[in-house]
């Protein structure tokens, strides 16, 4: 079973500009989420899809983040302008429903913003 | 107040020996725990489960104590390839919240 894959692996971007991150969760997972780990802090939750609807976005730092899974499979998460404190790696998760909600990430996406 | 609190470490430890790691959180709301390993520049990666009744997987035993909000992970016969920072997770619905890590080095 292929686990989640992001896309890109390192995205170096300048100040104002825009970013789009994509995720492809592993087949037949209903739940996505998107987190961020910045320097020297925690892993936050930033949103989760239930398919294709958000079911909770009170992570997401600001309106310039913007997170869309049409179609309930892959998701992709823009960034528009970013600023450097956006700098950070972006991590994807996906797990069944119902269970214990194990979550499975994949790589991450490192995002620098200059 | 963080939500879920780890001594950050680092913990140097030879070859053969047992560790134990702690971890308290604040939301007592919280149903899922969760040890997860993460390795230099990747991904998290989930170790392991924490059942109330407390749980064991080959060297790793979890304990859970919901009164003192409490998460443990005690890791025997240490590896070297035990060396990552590990996780720990509580988790109220469905997002995960996230101690900072405990870093573990493992030296032969």
């Known amino acids: 079973e292929a686990g989640v894959t992001q896309f890109p692996s390192h995205s170096v971007i300048e100040k104002g500009q825009t970013v789009t991150l994509r995720c492809d969760p592993i087949s037949g997972h209903d739940n996505l989420y998107w987190y961020r780990r910045v320097m020297g802090k925690e892993i936050k939750f930033l949103l989760h899809f239930v398919k294709e609807s958000k079911q909770d976005e009170s992570g997401m730092p600001n309106n310039r983040f913007l997170a869309e899974r049409t179609g309930g499979t892959y998701s992709t998460l823009k960034v528009q302008p970013a600023e450097l404190e956006d700098s950070g790696v972006y991590f994807c998760a996906s797990s069944r429903t119902g269970g214990f909600n194990e979550q499975f990430f994949g790589p991450g996406t490192r995002l620098t913003v200059l | 107040r963080k939500e879920v609190e780890q001594d950050p470490g680092p913990f140097n430890v030879p070859e053969g020996a047992t560790v134990a790691f702690n971890c308290t959180y604040s939301?007592?709301?919280?149903?899922?725990f969760f040890w997860y390993r993460q390795d230099c520049r990747k991904e998290p990666k989930l170790l392991m489960s924490v059942y109330s009744s407390g749980n064991e997987d080959g060297r790793f035993t979890a304990q859970l104590n919901r009164a003192s909000q409490y998460i443990s992970l005690l890791i025997r016969d240490s590896k070297l390839s035990d060396s990552a920072t590990y996780l720990c997770?509580?988790?109220?619905?469905?997002?995960?919240?996230f101690g900072k890590g405990t870093r573990l080095s493992v030296i032969a």
């Open positions: 997770v509580a988790s109220g619905n469905t997002p995960l919240v």
């Open positions: 939301n007592s709301a919280s149903q899922s």
